[in-house]
């Protein structure tokens, strides 16, 4: 819009006209125009910071605390209890030693043929030492040593005091494989006997005895250990079985190598071959590792008798031997195998008044496995008024069963079960499961 006073106009008091742009008459003095009002702009209101109300707390309800505190009771409980089992799994062996054994029978040990084969070699998967002074039918059956055929042990107690024996198995071919597949059909049996004085004829009445028993041909044979030994017997080679009967010279072994299957003879061969080339039993691993878990000393009344070592398929193998292999017996062994040990070593020892103690050692694989089976061990004596008591600083369990007083606990990777005599303290038995390498 244009301004109103830039229009040419006549001052309505005089008639005088008037120039554009003026507001007042030249002549009277009469103002033109009605001045004109600006409107002054709107206020502008001042900032107000708006207010904060204050929060409203909202009242929680019990259920949700309770589960919050459920919730933090079991956080707590599994960190407890993962901490708990993580120090029972935890396991640093000792220092070991080589346990105490009869000297007759440590050197019956050494005698064992180390096997050489580079791609199959046969190694020892059990290991039973026994006295043949009181060999009876009871005896026959209590370990895994197979005799030759003609041979059993009233034979053997006429000319040797103390026999080792051990069960043969090849490895499988393939590389960094460690545990023995062979057959049982292909196991070889090898007894190392320590031999009475003033016995000519024994040697020759046991390879005597196996030819006619197997009908076998019979020749003799001669060997030369590298470690200098020389041993002089026979070889007897029949369908059903492959012997060698050997004696050292200027000593007190006797060795007998058993294979009953066609396929092992080359194996029973090189055995033959390789008597006395190491450190026998002792340079397997397997073997050391759970024979220098036994006391390197023993309380001073009680004297080490026998060993019996046997793998977990061992122990499988007599359960099926013993109770057949229909299906109830494989549901039976099913719920079992969780609980076989991977190797178990039993010692026997006598007191003074010969009075036998026992001593089993399960080995597990693994710490966490020893340990549930000791819980449902724990359990099941708990139930029978087991006491507790402390043994190589570890719980323990002891009571009195059938007769005899029973010691249990677990240390590590190992579950070790004693007993004695009713009469014996626990002290006692304490004292021998603290000699215990584990």
């Excluded at 309770?66 to 209890?81: T, Y």
């Excluded at 049996?189 to 009445?205: D, K, N, R």
Aim: hydrophobic share 35%.
């Amino acid at each position: 819009m244009s301004d109103p006073t830039l229009k040419a106009t006549v001052c309505s008091q005089c008639g005088t006209p008037a120039a554009p742009g003026e507001g007042f008459c030249r002549n009277c003095g009469k103002q033109l125009f009605a001045p004109t009002i600006t409107a002054p702009p709107p206020a502008i209101p001042p900032l107000q910071t708006p207010s904060i109300a204050p929060p409203v707390k909202k009242r929680r309800s019990p259920l949700m605390m309770g589960c919050l505190v459920i919730i933090g009771l079991i956080v707590v409980g599994a960190a407890a209890g993962g901490i708990y089992v993580w120090r029972r799994a935890s396991y640093t062996p000792p220092v070991r030693k080589a346990p105490e054994i009869p000297q007759r029978a440590a050197g019956t040990m050494t005698e064992f043929p180390v096997d050489n084969d580079p791609n199959s070699p046969a190694t020892p998967t059990s290991v039973q030492t026994e006295s043949l002074s009181n060999a009876t039918a009871k005896m026959e059956g209590s370990g895994p040593a197979k005799l030759p055929p003609g041979i059993d042990r009233p034979a053997l107690s006429k000319g040797a005091t103390t026999m080792t024996s051990a069960t043969y198995r090849r490895r499988p071919k393939t590389s960094g494989a460690t545990t023995p597949t062979a057959s049982p059909k292909e196991e070889i049996y090898i007894c190392v006997l320590t031999a009475m004085p003033s016995q000519p004829g024994f040697v020759e009445g046991l390879s005597a005895s196996v030819a006619r028993a197997t009908s076998g041909q019979r020749t003799g044979v001669q060997v030369q250990s590298p470690k200098g030994g020389i041993y002089i017997g026979s070889r007897i080679r029949s369908p059903q079985a492959n012997v060698y009967v050997l004696s050292k010279q200027g000593g007190d072994i006797v060795i007998l190598i058993y294979g009953t299957d066609p396929s092992t003879q080359d194996v029973v061969d090189r055995l033959a071959q390789n008597v006395g080339n190491g450190e026998g039993l002792v340079d397997y691993p397997e073997i050391k590792n759970s024979l220098w878990t036994l006391p390197a000393s023993t309380p001073s009344d009680l004297k080490l008798q026998e060993i019996n070592m046997l793998t977990g398929q061992q122990i499988e193998a007599s359960i099926t031997s013993s109770a057949g292999s229909g299906d109830e017996t494989q549901r039976i062994l099913s719920q079992m195998r969780p609980f076989i040990p991977a190797r178990l070593t039993g010692a026997r020892y006598t007191d003074g008044g010969r009075q036998d103690w026992v001593a089993l050692e399960f080995e597990y694989e693994s710490t966490f496995q020893a340990w549930r089976t000791w819980l449902l061990a724990r359990g099941a004596l708990g139930l029978g008024g087991a006491q507790s008591t402390t043994v190589r600083e570890v719980d323990g369990l002891y009571l009195d069963q059938e007769g005899k007083r029973i010691l249990v606990f677990q240390k590590g990777p190992y579950l070790i079960f004693l007993s004695g005599p009713s009469g014996s303290t626990v002290d006692k038995l304490v004292t021998l499961g603290n000699q215990f390498q584990v």
